[in-house]
């Protein structure tokens, strides 16, 4: 067996999505944008969003306490999870994340939120997705190939 990468000992991704929306409060109170829709459908459109993304991240967290891998980002993998909603994104919960903080542009008429979003997921490819799909890579080996080469990192399945 090959080497196991460690993972890093802070669980980045969290604090920085916490960082992205606290950032992006802050860029809209001090520079504000007037021309950002704020009626009631498009609130309710963020609202959906944030919904839809705190839901990806429930179900992501409930398939891998169900299969008993750890969920802690800092924390060694304890196993392969690859079913729903694993199917589609081998970060769901990073891409739930995401959703959110995109979401809170609309509910709160602050589209500072949609680069933070953006810079975040970014970062926390840089910063933990990396190390995540190396350590994965070790502890798995085929069975993490076969999977990384049907699933998108984010969104979506591969043909063939």
């Given at each position: 067996m090959t080497d196991v990468p460690r993972l890093s000992r802070i669980p980045w991704p969290?604090?920085?999505?916490v960082a992205a929306a606290l950032a992006g409060l802050q860029l809209g109170a001090l520079l504000?944008?007037?021309?950002?829709?704020?009626?009631?459908?498009v609130r309710a459109f963020g609202v959906a969003m944030i919904a839809t993304g705190l839901g990806i991240d429930a179900w992501a967290m409930g398939t891998m306490?169900?299969?008993?891998?750890?969920?802690l980002p800092n924390r060694p993998a304890t196993a392969l999870v690859t079913?729903?909603?694993?199917?589609?994104?081998r970060n769901p919960i990073y891409l739930g994340n995401t959703i959110v903080v995109s979401g809170f542009a609309f509910a709160f008429a602050n589209p500072w939120f949609i680069p933070c979003a953006l810079i975040a997921a970014i970062a926390v490819r840089q910063v933990a997705i990396r190390q995540e799909e190396a350590h994965l890579a070790a502890l798995f080996g085929a069975k993490w190939d076969a999977y990384?080469?049907?699933?998108h990192?984010?969104?979506?399945?591969?043909?063939?």
């Open positions: 969290p604090l920085i999505f504000p944008v007037a021309w950002w829709p704020a009626d009631r459908l306490l169900r299969r008993r891998a750890n969920i079913g729903w909603p694993f199917r589609w994104s990384s080469a049907r699933t990192r984010w969104l979506g399945r591969r043909a063939g």
